[in-house]
Each structure stands twice: as structure tokens, then as C-alpha cells.
């Protein structure tokens, strides 16, 4: 759902059923430029033919059309993003002039005003909740300790624990966004700060496990029931008392070097994205090696490894995994790219998380990333740089075991 959105004439319901004029997407503060791909990937395909994206937190703006996604010049002042309308109405009004002004408050849906034309601001939907919810204690752990279910309003988690409860209503789906489904799947926050260890999650938070099955008072998606809709379950039934506490953490600046980027953008089709329902093809004797899976990483022919179908948000969650602190993407490249690097598969593995993640020890000096990884990089005009970051911390303040029901 956008923001705001502009439409010729006043929209006949509260919810607009046909494609608006323009929309505006506004990014949250820790959304990445594969949010915003999201964003506009949604607002074509309900035929929007005008698309932006303002990023109030960097006073950036970009514009959709003609199959590219660009930056555009904007007047950058302490509260507002100023677009000269007539890029912002360019081939729909030439001859006006002045600037369309976006405030960039700090709250959920920040205020846009418009000199021309008739700004229709979408009515907030009513928030689902669950009818039925049923908490039982888990007797016996499924395969891989525990499992999780979600149909159209229903959900079935089985033998989870609060804090994964928590780690799921507050860091994976936090504001009821599905992961992205074109490969590159992760969610709206670092890595590390993904992995946290939650302050006051001790004894029967992490070891006591529940089974919960519900069911949704109306159509609602397996995100919103796992974050929004969860967290207010949390509250009721856990008693849950919670707080965010913003530190200062070691992390790592994802820049573009001296030059142009020495790789390509992957060309439409060329890596094959894999969904839930849809596993990867079983490659048959004598067979050709089939497409490289978007987001993956394979060994190369000529060696080193190819990450395919990567945007540079995606290259920095495996960049984190790997180098033991986050890495944010600073390069402001927006597209999806063909990446080799001269790397082996183990230089890949998982390292153990750097002590700026955990959740009582001081920050560490910034320090500049040792092994093969920052030769790597160079080789493609790309460059990590330490750096210091303010990230938040989830603490519990109380908790209660819930009744079974």
C-alpha cells in the first residue's frame, strides 16, 4: 500500500480499486534499496503508471519510468525533500512550475503536499486480529525442533519459544512485510542485529516451548499474523512488557571504489528464483547445468564463485554472515547484479559474531576487515570501511508463562 497517492478526480471508496495516477512509497529507516525494488515492483503491477520513492533518512528521491529507477535532483533542507514539479509532473502538465515539498516527519505516514491536482491520502486499514488462539504447551518437538505452518488466516507454530516468537514479531516480520519472494530473501534488518541475543531472554523464555494455533478474524497474511497480529498476542497472553534500546555497534560500509563498479546487471531471466512452493529443478545425467538460483553462490569454471541475481542489500547480508559484523549498503547502486569475486567456497562459511553484537559488551575500535574478503571486493570497485552505526536492541522487561487453552 503507498503512502500517498494522486488521483484525477475523488475516489469513489475509502480504498482505491483502480490505479492511481502516482504514488509515493515512502522508505522506513532501516528499509534497503531492495525494499525499495519491492516497492516498485508491487505499484507496476497494479499498473501504476507514475511510481516514487522518497528516502527521507539520506534526502533522496527517485522516480520510476521507462523500465529505469533514477535518482532525481532534490532540494535538500533540515525537514523536507523539494522536487521540481515539473520532473514530478513531467508529460502530464509541462507548463507547470514551483515545487511539489515533502516533509519528512518521523512518523509512519509523513505528510506530502502538492499544489495541483487532488491528493488522495489512503484510509489506514483496520488491523486484523486473531478469533480464535489457542496456546498449548509442546509435548513432542517435531524434526529440527520446530515447525511452522501458515494458510489464508490460519497459522500453526509448533514447539516454538518466546524469545523465537519475539525474534519473529519484532525482527523478521515487525510491520507485517512477507519477505521478499524474487530470491533474495532476508529481512528488514542487519543480520546481526537479525541474530541479537534479546536482553532479559533467560531460564524458561529460551527452553520452555508452546504450540499456537489460530485463526484470523479475516484474510490476513502469514507475516502480519507472525508480526503485527503476534505482537499484540505477546502482550495479552505472555504479559509481555518490551522495550527497543538504540547502542553504538562496530560494523562495516559497503562503498563503491575509485571508478565504476567492475560487474554487470543480471539480465532479466538469467537466474532462476526459488518460492516455498517452487524447489530447484533436479538436474538430470548428460543434462546442462541448469540456471544459477537468484541469490546463490556457486563455484566458478574459471574459479573464484559467481553470486547471481544479487542487489548490493543482498551482497551485504552475506557480506555480515561472513566478516562477523554488519555491513550497510552505502553504494547507492539500486539494481540486481551478476557478482564474481575471487573467493572460495570456505573463505563463505559463517563466522562467529563480532563482540560489538552482543548485547552487554563495550564497542570494539573501528578496524579495517582482514582475509580475502576486502581483496575481493576491490577487484569488482568495491570497498568495505569500517564504521560505527547505532542499532537497537530488544530488552524484556516482563514476562509471564501463559495459560494453556
Known amino acids: ?217 479475516g484474510p490476513a497474511i502469514g507475516a502480519m499474523m507472525r508480526g503485527p497480529m503476534m505482537q499484540q498476542v505477546l502482550k495479552d497472553r505472555f504479559k509481555l512488557l518490551i522495550h527497543r534500546e538504540p547502542r553504538p555497534v562496530a560494523a562495516y560500509e559497503l562503498t563503491v571504489a575509485k571508478g565504476a563498479p567492475k560487474f554487470q546487471p543480471a539480465a532479466e531471466g538469467s537466474c532462476l528464483v526459488l518460492t516455498p512452493d517452487k524447489p530447484p529443478p533436479t538436474r538430470q545425467p548428460g543434462q546442462d547445468a541448469p540456471r544459477p538460483i537468484c541469490g546463490g553462490t556457486r563455484v566458478s569454471p574459471t574459479g573464484g564463485v559467481d553470486l547471481a541475481g544479487v542487489s548490493m542489500a543482498f551482497l551485504c547480508w552475506r557480506l555480515s554472515v561472513v566478516t562477523g559484523r554488519d555491513v550497510i549498503d552505502q553504494t547507492g547502486l539500486t539494481g540486481i547484479y551478476n557478482v564474481h569475486l575471487n573467493l572460495t567456497m570456505n573463505d563463505l562459511l559463517i563466522s562467529p559474531r563480532s563482540p560489538s553484537v552482543t548485547s552487554n559488551n563495550p564497542v570494539p575500535e573501528a578496524s579495517e576487515p582482514t582475509g580475502n574478503i576486502p581483496s575481493a571486493l576491490r577487484k569488482v570497485g568495491l570497498q568495505l570501511q569500517p564504521a560505527k552505526i547505532t542499532a537497537d536492541f530488544l530488552v524484556i522487561d516482563h514476562a509471564e508463562k501463559p495459560s494453556a487453552n
Open 1 to 217: 500500500m503507498p503512502d500517498v497517492c494522486v488521483t484525477v478526480g475523488r475516489p469513489g471508496t475509502p480504498v482505491i480499486q483502480a490505479p492511481p495516477l502516482i504514488v509515493i512509497g515512502i522508505l522506513a529507516r532501516h528499509d534497503q534499496p531492495a525494499d525499495l525494488l519491492q516497492k516498485v515492483a508491487e505499484y507496476q503491477a497494479f499498473g501504476v503508471p507514475h511510481i516514487w520513492v522518497i528516502d527521507p533518512w539520506h534526502k533522496r528521491a527517485f522516480q520510476y519510468g521507462k523500465g529505469n529507477l533514477e535518482q532525481v535532483e532534490t532540494a535538500l533542507n533540515a525537514d523536507t525533500v523539494e522536487v521540481p514539479r515539473e520532473a514530478a509532473f513531467d508529460g502530464l502538465w509541462p507548463s507547470a512550475v514551483g515545487f511539489a515539498t515533502l516533509t519528512a516527519i518521523r512518523t509512519p505516514i509523513p505528510l506530502l503536499m502538492l499544489a495541483c491536482g487532488l491528493v488522495s491520502a489512503q484510509q489506514p486499514a483496520i488491523a486484523p486480529k486473531f478469533e480464535v488462539f489457542s496456546i498449548k504447551p509442546c509435548t513432542t518437538a517435531p524434526r529440527g525442533g520446530f515447525d511452522g505452518r501458515e494458510t489464508a488466516g490460519r497459522l500453526h507454530l509448533e514447539c516454538f519459544t518466546l524469545d523465537s516468537l519475539i525474534h519473529d514479531a519484532y525482527l523478521t516480520f515487525p510491520d507485517g512485510k512477507p519477505l521478499p519472494t524474487n530470491g533474495l530473501m532476508m529481512p528488514p534488518v542487519p543480520y546481526w542485529q537479525w541474530r541479537q541475543d534479546i536482553k532479559g531472554s533467560t531460564g524458561w523464555i529460551k527452553s520452555d516451548r508452546f504450540t499456537i494455533d489460530a485463526k484470523a478474524d
